[in-house]
């Protein structure tokens, strides 16, 4: 099987939803036969690289509400998490621009590891929605990625070029011209499509259904 998925690491529902797919992957036991591959998405190309603005209040502007309402909003998106057994600070996060995460994300992609492009992904919500860390600071970034065991100096040196950033927009391009509805979307063996961060109990029984007539 092979699973395509649009994501930002600045959407939550993003998070969410590869989450738990992932897990529906893992319960059906076809993960290892699985080729998943991250399509890059920014939600906001429009976000700086640095910003003195809280995401209540990025927040609020963006969707044209009040910063109380954009707190609670925010908060039940730390509640929408927490059913996929992910514990998310939003109202914390930084909202900055994702395009340098999006070109490490291409790089790691290069070495031909899925499972040190799975951790690289998962890194880098963690350090966004858990750790609230700006993931456009360089030294952040190359600070964790050379935890994954990942080379100092090759991920500098990415992040003070634009390297990878075609292969971003490629992918942004590919989305448009399917009509991508909204973030996430997987589009699983280039036919069938689950938009959003459905219930896990959808994610198995989609899986199961197009696994089962692929081995037909």
Same mark, same amino acid.
């Given at each position: ?17 590869? @989450?738990?797919?992932? &897990? ?5 036991? %076809?993960? !290892?036969?699985?080729?998943?591959? =991250?399509?890059?998405?920014?939600? !906001?190309?429009? $976000? ?8 209540? #209040? ?17 908060? &039940? ?5 927490? @059913?996929? /057994? ?17 070109? $490490? ?9 899925? +499972? ?10 963690? $350090? ?10 360089? #030294?952040?970034?190359?600070? /964790? ?5 990942? #080379? ?10 634009? &390297?990878?950033?075609? &292969?971003? +927009?490629? #992918?942004?391009?590919?989305? =448009? *011209?399917?009509? *991508?509805? /909204?973030?996430?979307? =997987? ?5 069938? /499509? %689950? ?7 959808? =994610? ?10 692929? @081995?037909?």
């Amino acid at each position: 099987m092979e699973i395509k998925y649009w994501a930002d690491i600045a959407c939550p529902y993003c998070y969410v939803g590869i @989450t738990r797919l992932a &897990k529906a992957l893992n319960e059906l036991k %076809i993960a !290892d036969q699985t080729s998943l591959q =991250f399509m890059s998405f920014q939600l !906001d190309p429009t $976000l700086p690289m640095t910003t003195k603005l809280t995401m209540p #209040d990025y927040y609020a502007k963006s969707h044209k509400i009040s910063k109380d309402q954009a707190l609670a909003q925010l908060h &039940k998106i730390d509640q929408f998490a927490a @059913t996929a /057994s992910l514990t998310i600070k939003m109202e914390n996060a930084i909202p900055v621009n994702t395009l340098a995460a999006h070109r $490490l994300i291409k790089y790691v992609e290069t070495l031909n590891d899925q +499972r040190l492009l799975n951790q690289t992904i998962n890194q880098l919500y963690q $350090l966004y929605f858990v750790a609230n860390k700006s993931i456009a600071n360089n #030294d952040i970034l190359t600070s /964790s990625m050379t935890k994954l065991g990942l #080379d100092a100096s090759e991920v500098t040196e990415i992040l003070n070029s634009n &390297k990878y950033e075609d &292969k971003v +927009r490629k #992918d942004e391009r590919q989305a =448009f *011209m399917i009509g *991508m509805p /909204s973030a996430p979307l =997987f589009v699983i063996n280039n036919k069938y /499509s %689950i938009t959003g961060a459905q219930p896990y109990e959808v =994610f198995v029984e989609s899986l199961k259904k197009i696994n089962q007539g692929r @081995t037909n």
